[in-house]
């Protein structure tokens, strides 16, 4: 006896409620996690004084991070901010004809915001990538018996950026104490509860993941 057409429209649509269950059940759990995989990535660990601020070179995010330190500077946190050069330009300016280095607009915003040109320190040679800043600024540190060392970067980076500095110093015998904050500057980033529904969070987020995995196993 054939099935009568409502029977096969219920069948119908159990088979699509059943596949759909799992799928909202995924979804539910992950905006529960989500945030809190952001929220993971921030750590913070400011400091009253210290010797000196280190901005780490984040290409287009030295707007923030530059902010963030000229204000630690002008607290009277550091007599002085410290520059590192991943040797990236930015794009064509018009006005100068050129693809000025990043570092050079860091610079030129530390000094708008209040920042004396001969508080700033940019340090050569070139580093790409966390652990190469890590090294130079631990060989700066040794040479000049600095105590403490307060780093400025973005929200997401922190936590990374804190482990690789602590990894590098301690293996090299290192003894200045390190502190870190985010340049948030008021706002919440990473978004934590919806970066995973933009292009910027899923770099930001999912990516600094992708970066930490590779980072505690290379150092």
Same mark, same amino acid.
């Given at each position: ?12 649509? =159990? ?26 990535? *921030?750590?913070?660990?400011?400091? $009253?004084?210290? $010797?000196? *601020? ?6 287009? #995010? ?8 000229? =204000? ?13 050069? $991943? ?32 508080? *700033? ?9 966390? *652990? ?36 590098? =110093? ?12 985010? #340049? ?19 770099? $930001? ?15």
């Amino acid at each position: 006896m054939a099935s009568s057409p409502a029977r096969v429209n219920r069948a119908a649509d =159990f088979r699509l409620l059943k596949s759909v269950i799992p799928f909202v059940a995924i979804l539910l759990v992950w905006t529960l996690v989500a945030p809190f995989l952001a929220e993971r990535l *921030i750590v913070a660990r400011p400091m $009253d004084h210290a $010797d000196a *601020i280190l901005v780490l070179a984040g290409s287009s #995010a030295y707007l923030k991070r530059t902010k963030k330190a000229a =204000f630690l500077y002008k607290e009277g946190v550091a007599p002085s901010v410290l520059l590192t050069n $991943d040797g990236k330009n930015a794009g064509w300016s018009q006005k100068e004809q050129r693809n000025p280095p990043y570092v050079e607009l860091a610079t030129r915003r530390l000094v708008a915001q209040g920042v004396p040109e001969a508080a *700033i320190e940019i340090f050569s040679p070139q580093v790409s990538g966390t *652990i190469a800043e890590a090294k130079l600024l631990g060989k700066k540190a040794a040479e000049r018996r600095w105590k403490s060392l307060l780093i400025v970067t973005s929200a997401h980076h922190t936590r990374r950026a804190l482990r690789t500095f602590e990894s590098v =110093f301690a293996a090299n015998g290192v003894e200045t104490q390190i502190g870190i904050v985010p #340049a948030l500057n008021g706002e919440k980033m990473p978004p934590a509860s919806y970066w995973w529904l933009t292009a910027t969070g899923w770099q $930001d987020v999912a990516g600094e993941y992708a970066k930490s995995a590779y980072y505690y196993f290379a150092y």
